[in-house]
């Protein structure tokens, strides 16, 4: 397992994963219906950076990193992860994090936040906790979740 | 006092506020050094709407609303705000907050969030008390103050 920085060729491979994650609607804060277009200028070149996770070949995942705030808040960064849901279960996420925590440090950002973690996303939550990420705020039915409807949203922060 | 739509025109009465406050770093997530130009993008251009407050002529304050999330997080709006500081304890703070909630209303959103309100803005921090928001997050450090260094960033809510 490889993480290597993303390139633009590396969009039709990251699509999939990320169409079938934000069609869901169950996890992230973009417009359910974004078009491929749409997610390779969310993806692929607003983020400072954007990363793979690539195994014989294959994409199988990929985070974004990115200054969170603007001026006042510019030292702390927001990351965003993927895994295909076919390589599920096998860490992806959790080395993906880590590798982003060590680049944040690299890039001289001295902490990390999610702004908008669905409360209902408990594996993500558990993961999050296990990696250090305190749960500092909670978004009242923030969130409208296709099946639950209403529920809270998290803001998830680790001193890097 | 009147409220109403910013224009493009409005801009060259809108800078000199927009600027005063961005620049000092104590208060927006903006670059201290933003131009005019960036400032007329991210102030008139990227929000939803810009209104300004009038008197005599004269712009007094201004604010903003946009969406805070997109997809799941669309029911949500954010708002800026901003009093020109002759025109300071008049209560224009209050009277655009009132606008921008019943706007948002109007608009169709649920709740309205801040995300980045500096601890040390004490005056803010009561004022959107009063005004019905909930401290519903606490960033540790995220706010780095020209004079206090890194200070706590509130995250409040309000639902409408």
Redesign the interface.
């Known amino acids: 397992m490889n993480i290597r920085p993303a390139t633009a060729q590396d969009w039709d491979a990251i699509w999939p994963i990320f169409q079938t994650i934000?069609s869901a609607?169950?996890t992230?804060?973009?417009?359910?219906t974004?078009s491929k277009e749409q997610g390779y200028r969310l993806w692929l070149e607003l983020p400072r950076q954007t990363f793979v996770v690539e195994e014989a070949g294959e994409i199988l995942g990929t985070y974004y990193i990115k200054t969170n705030?603007?001026?006042?808040?510019?030292?702390?960064c927001n990351c965003g992860y993927m895994v295909a849901p076919a390589a599920r279960g096998r860490g992806l996420a959790t080395a993906m994090c880590e590798h982003s925590q060590q680049l944040a440090k690299t890039l001289g950002y001295?902490?990390m936040?999610f702004?908008?973690v669905?409360a209902s996303n408990e594996g993500a939550v558990r993961l999050w906790n296990q990696l250090g990420f305190a749960t500092?705020?909670?978004?009242?039915?923030?969130?409208?979740?296709?099946a639950l409807g209403?529920v809270d949203?998290l803001?998830m922060?680790k001193?890097l």
Chains 1, 2 share one sequence.
């Open positions: 934000v609607g169950e992230y804060a973009y417009e359910p974004t705030q603007a001026g006042p808040g510019s030292h702390v001295l902490a936040q702004n908008f669905a500092v705020g909670r978004l009242p039915k923030a969130f409208n979740h296709p209403y949203a803001v922060y001193t």
